[in-house]
């Protein structure tokens, strides 16, 4: 039995299982075309109870029954009511509260994803201008991480990294009399390392922050 | 940048994964191969009844096998049915009286045409915003059956290629086996797998389409939900590529952390990684994986390091604003949970692999990162897409050992098979309707002004040049990625129909030209290797084919990269 293949290819040998399995037996016949036909039709039918219902039933099933919580799409409660999703960006541009990202579809993944400027198109200098006006005067003795002022490709990015957090705090403080310090412990204990120091990179998520920022705020600025 | 030590620290994660689905691949293709050649496998015990009922379902016959006439029949016929219904569906989507979307309607008929053929042929470019223009019904009864069976139908297409190097007979077996085989051995265990640990990584899965709530501000946001894990999993694994949801695996619902997207680029690569191997099993040669394979690497790795390199350096059109800090990790377009190797490797694969799907938004993408994209689609078999990523690298190798052969007057063959006239013919002509099916659209659609290129600079117009060129360039390798420019419009009537075209003569041509090559090899009795016979195993022949590939490309679609990208380059992009 010769089945590994030499260093130099010998003469070619009969693949034994080929001819086992599927030696032609039987011809076309008269009425291929429409046994095809048939056979199209029945492989559609089968695909959609299989493929596409029995398939993501399957693992709907296991899903809600073994992950509820992110089955149903993170949803992150606050007091007793659902205020948002962990994976999804919300608008929280209050003067009080860290911002999320720039989002041209008004973080609303119906209005489908952002279309992006070219990165050679001068329109881009003069968009991310206007970003760095929304978001740069706040931004006392520091410069402004160009992710704060660029949209994510999703238009949903609900993290920022910890610098266009940072960034953030002298805005906060201004205009809620909160002390800088306590900002900055409040960004370094919610900052997210890198899963076992490797794995991606550290971020902050913006609603986690801003609903342990709730808890400080002074009570004008509260939303519950 | 400020520390370099944190720097090569991140390209470790996505190294140890590389290395293992490579490392994976060799067992997994011979697994392909075996399954390609109707041999038994892993789960015979499972799998050989399961199959056995649905011939008898089908009505087929597994041991009649087929010439190529009656294959080509069975295969554009199924693939005609299977895009007929899912036409009909998208049209009609809000009459089904189950699994509706309250208030999404009907599609229009070139919309319809678009996506039908777009998911049928493997393509997944959608002009379509999912989370408002397709219903539930649609999505699980259209679009993710297409997503199977468009994967399943390229696996049979090569099953068939490589039958045409074994055999002498004449025939090149049984279409509904052959896919039928590939969906419930290769990519139904797969998905299911996948879809499990997609679950485990806290991807959504529900037959809920959203969920409403107050945000912390006051104002109702809804959220659009689905059965995400399921079909983010067939979506990568059969190189589809066409998101739940429009952002695609930006999408953080798609795609949650850095450790799904490490597993997505797994689920990604293992098909076209693997199908080297899964061809030098089922030609029993096991050495013959080896040029391909290395062949692959060398292109994969010079177009991920112009990706990083573009994305590393700061765009000089942004280094004037004040108090601007560019990151050389993050820009626009990125996302924040993905460091850049993460998102620059999920990228690069996505579109070599011909999968599509987008971490980070192309458009943004410096200009050497787009040539390098562009690339990708250029030659489609570097891997190339779940099954036809093979056939095209083949296709490239025959005409390879057919010139070389010429230069070193030595018998054009391979494998024991003559590359004779009609095989080249084939084989050119696959080659060559790819640079027609781009090039004509292109030209058609700037003159026609279906697209108008802005006039605010060199820099804009160029861009919008590239995304035209890279619509065309997606739908006719069945890639599905999409660049986009806010000046374009690519919804219209005009851009439907053609792209359409496009994708549908983009896929199923050069299919059947596979099919023909196989033929003409399948007739032939192998000849023994005499003295003249070309060495493809060794080294020498792996850069060979490395520089006729990247040559061959290069000749054909210069010009079309030199106004696009290269202009954004000179630019100032």
């Known amino acids: 039995m010769t089945a590994r293949a030499p260093r130099v290819p010998g003469p070619f040998d009969t693949i034994p299982d080929e001819s086992a399995t599927e030696r032609p037996i039987v011809p076309p016949g008269r009425h291929a075309l429409l046994g095809h036909l048939r056979a199209s039709i029945v492989l559609v039918i089968l695909g959609m109870l299989i493929l596409g219902l029995g398939y993501p039933g399957v693992i709907t099933a296991f899903a809600q029954e073994v992950t509820p919580l992110t089955a149903n799409g993170s949803l992150v409660s606050y007091n007793g009511t659902v205020v948002g999703s962990n994976l999804i960006a919300q608008n929280l541009s209050a003067p009080w509260l860290f911002w999320e990202r720039p989002s041209p579809v008004d973080y609303n993944s119906f209005n489908g994803s952002p279309t992006l400027l070219g990165y050679s198109d001068p329109a881009l200098y003069n968009e991310t201008k206007a970003y760095m006006q929304e978001y740069g005067p706040y931004a006392v003795n520091a410069s402004v991480p160009e992710i704060l002022v660029t949209v994510s490709g999703s238009g949903l990015d609900p993290d920022l990294t910890p610098e266009a957090a940072l960034v953030q705090i002298p805005r906060i403080a201004n205009v809620t009399g909160l002390s800088m310090a306590a900002l900055q412990s409040l960004v370094n204990a919610n900052i997210v390392p890198p899963l076992l120091g490797f794995i991606g990179p550290s971020y902050v998520d913006v609603l986690h922050l801003d609903l342990a920022l709730e808890k400080i705020l002074p009570a004008q600025y509260r939303s519950s | ?573």
Do not use: C
């Not at chain 2, 694994?237 to 619902?253: E, K, M, T, V, W």
């Open chain 2, 1 to 573: 940048m400020s520390n370099p030590l944190s720097l090569i620290g991140s390209y470790l994660d996505v190294s140890i994964v590389f290395a293992l689905v490579l490392a994976f691949a060799p067992t997994f293709g011979a697994f392909m191969g075996r399954v390609f050649m109707n041999r038994p496998t892993f789960g015979e015990g499972v799998f050989g009844p399961v199959e056995r009922g649905i011939y008898r379902l089908l009505g087929v016959n597994p041991r009649h096998s087929m010439r190529v006439r009656e294959y080509a029949v069975a295969f554009l016929l199924s693939n005609a049915v299977l895009i007929l219904w899912v036409f009909l569906l998208l049209m009609y989507q809000n009459q089904l009286p189950f699994l509706r979307t309250s208030g999404i309607p009907g599609m229009s008929w070139d919309l319809a045409f678009h996506s039908a053929s777009s998911f049928g042929t493997n393509t997944d470019f959608t002009h379509f915003v999912t989370e408002s223009q397709v219903t539930e019904g649609s999505l699980l009864l259209g679009l993710q059956v297409e997503m199977f069976l468009s994967a399943g139908a390229g696996l049979a297409i090569l099953a068939a290629f490589i039958r045409g190097f074994v055999r002498k007979d004449g025939t090149i077996g049984n279409y509904f086996v052959d896919i039928t085989r590939a969906v419930v051995r290769i990519l139904v265990p797969v998905s299911v797998l996948g879809a499990i640990v997609y679950v485990l990584l806290g991807l959504p899965q529900t037959f809920a389409t959203s969920v409403s709530f107050h945000t912390l501000l006051g104002p109702v946001q809804t959220i659009p939900l689905g059965p995400v894990a399921s079909w983010q999993s067939i979506m990568l694994l059969g190189s589809n590529g066409g998101g739940i949801f429009a952002a695609n695996s930006a999408h953080p619902f798609e795609n949650p952390s850095a450790l799904s997207d490490l597993f997505s680029i797994a689920l990604m690569m293992l098909i076209p990684f693997s199908s080297p191997f899964a061809f030098a099993s089922a030609v029993r040669r096991k050495g013959e994986a080896f040029p391909y394979i290395g062949t692959i690497l060398i292109v994969f790795f010079i177009a991920l390091a112009l990706v990083i390199v573009g994305q590393l350096a700061t765009n000089p059109q942004l280094s004037p604003i004040q108090a601007l800090s560019q990151n050389t990790f993050y820009s626009a377009g990125q996302e924040t949970r993905f460091t850049l190797p993460e998102g620059a490797l999920f990228q690069t694969v996505s579109v070599y692999a011909n999968v599509g799907a987008n971490n980070m938004a192309i458009g943004a993408l410096s200009p050497i990162g787009q040539m390098s994209m562009l690339f990708g689609m250029f030659t489609q078999s570097t891997p190339g897409g779940v099954g036809t990523g093979m056939g095209y690298l083949l296709t490239n190798t025959l005409i390879a050992i057919f010139v070389g052969g010429l230069m070193v007057g030595r018998t054009p063959e391979y494998l024991g098979k003559k590359i004779g006239r009609q095989q080249i013919g084939w084989s050119a002509s696959l080659l060559l309707i790819h640079p027609v099916l781009i090039f004509v659209p292109l030209v058609a659609t700037l003159l026609g002004g279906f697209a108008v290129l802005p006039t605010t600079g060199v820099g804009a117009s160029a861009h919008t040049f590239t995304s035209v060129l890279y619509e065309f360039t997606s739908e006719a390798a069945n890639n599905g990625s999409a660049m986009g420019s806010v000046y374009v419009n690519d919804t219209t009537l005009w851009f439907n129909v053609v792209g359409a075209v496009v994708m549908l003569v983009g896929r199923f041509f050069p299919m059947l030209a596979m099919l023909m090559i196989s033929h003409h090899f399948a007739v032939q009795s192998p000849l023994p290797p005499g003295p003249g016979t070309l060495k493809t195993q060794s080294f020498t022949f792996m850069i060979y084919l490395t520089l006729f590939l990247i040559i061959l490309t290069a000749l054909l679609f210069l010009p079309a990269i030199a106004l696009g990208p290269l202009t954004q380059i000179g630019a100032g992009g």
